[in-house]
């Protein structure tokens, strides 16, 4: 199973970014995928989640702003991210679980100027 997150980068305050997770080795519909961030010297922390019922949960910093998505055809779940502000900067992960083990992409950077 591999997740390979992208569309990081530098946005000013105010703006808007694309992440997606492309999986791979795994039916992303039939799983939970969470995206994660993580600020230097903070924790992970979870952003937002999409079921395979395609329920979808987000952090109260997040709601009304972020969202979470998923396109079959692609095995891949994005997360829009409009008005952003500079706490949003940080690590951006995504990760699900299957066949009994976590399974995490590499972080993309997310940097928000003021």
């Known amino acids: 199973v591999q997740l390979q997150a992208s569309g990081g980068g530098l946005v000013q305050a105010g703006g808007s970014l694309r992440l997606s997770c492309a999986a791979s080795?795994?039916?992303?519909?039939?799983?939970?995928v969470d995206w994660y961030r993580q600020a230097p010297g903070n924790q992970r922390d979870l952003v937002a989640s999409?079921?395979?019922?395609?329920?979808?949960n987000y952090a109260d910093s997040v709601k009304g702003r972020f969202t979470i998505s998923r396109d079959n055809a692609k095995n891949t779940v994005y997360l829009q991210m409009n008005s952003l502000k500079p706490e949003d900067t940080a690590v951006y992960y995504c990760?699900?679980?299957?066949?009994?083990?976590?399974?995490w992409g590499r972080g993309t950077h997310v940097t928000v100027s003021s």
């Open positions: 999409i079921t395979s019922g395609g329920m979808t």
């Open positions: 080795g795994i039916i992303i519909r039939l799983n939970v």
């Open positions: 990760a699900t679980e299957s066949y009994g083990g976590r399974f």
